[in-house]
């Protein structure tokens, strides 16, 4: 697994399979996001595994996938939602960890953080995320 952290409370990875949930679970998550639709690759775990062996594990489980029609203020929200209520640290996967990555970002934004810390704390993952200032920017009120 490519787990990268961004901060305390989130970190991002590219597609999981069944068998990381028991490693992330050792490593303290507490919760799982997907953000990658189901059937988008051939041969790509379902999140219904996933979520199976989350749930007996103890870990929460939430799906919000991101399509190719981008992002929505109701995934931000569920993206906030599903952070707030882990009750730990929480890893976001999609297959690369790109839109998890760009997920967390817009919901940091909407909550009111500053674009430029945001985008920093992307960098230090390993993520551009450059090309969302303007949306930043817009949701956090901030430039």
Same mark, same amino acid.
């Given at each position: 697994m490519d787990i990268r952290r961004i901060n305390d409370r989130v970190?991002?990875?590219?597609?999981?399979?069944?068998?990381?949930?028991?490693?992330?679970?050792?490593?303290?998550?507490?919760?799982?996001?997907?953000?990658r639709p189901?059937?988008?690759?051939?041969? !790509?775990?379902?999140? +219904?595994?996933?979520?199976?062996?989350?749930?007996?594990?103890?870990?929460?489980?939430?799906?919000?996938?991101?399509? !190719?029609?981008?992002?929505?203020?109701? !995934?931000?929200?569920?993206?906030?939602?599903?952070v707030e209520d882990a009750g730990g640290p929480v890893l976001a996967y999609c297959r690369s960890g790109t839109r998890s990555c760009n997920l967390w970002a817009l919901t940091e934004a909407k909550g009111g953080g500053a674009p430029? +810390?945001?985008? +920093?704390?992307?960098?230090?993952?390993g993520y551009d995320l450059n090309g969302l200032k303007p949306m930043l920017d817009a949701l956090s009120g901030k430039q």
């Open positions: 970190s991002v990875s590219p597609q999981i399979d069944p068998a990381d949930v028991t490693e992330l679970a050792r490593l303290g998550f507490k919760s799982i996001v997907n953000n189901d059937g988008e690759e051939a041969g !790509q775990p379902e999140g +219904e595994a996933i979520r199976a062996v989350a749930e007996t594990l103890g870990l929460t489980y939430s799906a919000i996938p991101v399509t !190719q029609a981008g992002f929505s203020h109701p !995934q931000i929200d569920a993206m906030t939602a599903a430029g +810390e945001i985008v +920093e704390a992307g960098a230090g993952a």
